[in-house]
């Protein structure tokens, strides 16, 4: 499906950009220690507490953006997986009841 193409490539997007923020705040806390503004184990604190707030929000936005689709493809008619699975279990059942009655004519 080519719109799971551009869902995927925003969510990449959105991961790389969470490395890219993670990489300078690494990068800044380093920096303050080197010029002693702050001590090691402070700033590797403030780094984890930091890095994992942004994990917890890429995870958020995965979350809203699958539900914001799911939304834009219902407001189209675009059926769910399961719909379309029912439906085709129905057709499944109906092709047999034709051909059992198709049989029972012909006998």
């Known amino acids: 499906m080519e719109g799971s193409d551009w869902i995927k490539q925003l969510l990449m997007l959105g ?4 490395s890219i923020a993670a990489e300078k705040i690494r990068e800044v806390s380093e920096q303050l220690v080197k010029d002693g503004k702050i001590d090691p184990d402070r700033a590797k604190g403030l ?3 930091m890095v994992t707030q942004l994990k917890s929000e890429q995870g958020n936005f995965e979350k809203n953006m699958e ?10 008619g675009v059926p769910r997986q ?3 699975d029912e439906l085709r279990g129905r057709i499944d059942r109906l092709e047999r009841q034709v051909r059992d009655l198709e049989n029972k004519l012909w006998r």
Do not use: A, K, Y
């Not at 991961?15 to 969470?18: D, L, P, Q």
């Open 15 to 18: 991961i790389g950009t969470t």
């Open 47 to 49: 780094v984890d507490e």
């Open 67 to 76: 539900r914001q689709m799911r939304n834009m493809l219902q407001d189209l």
């Open 82 to 84: 399961s719909e379309i």
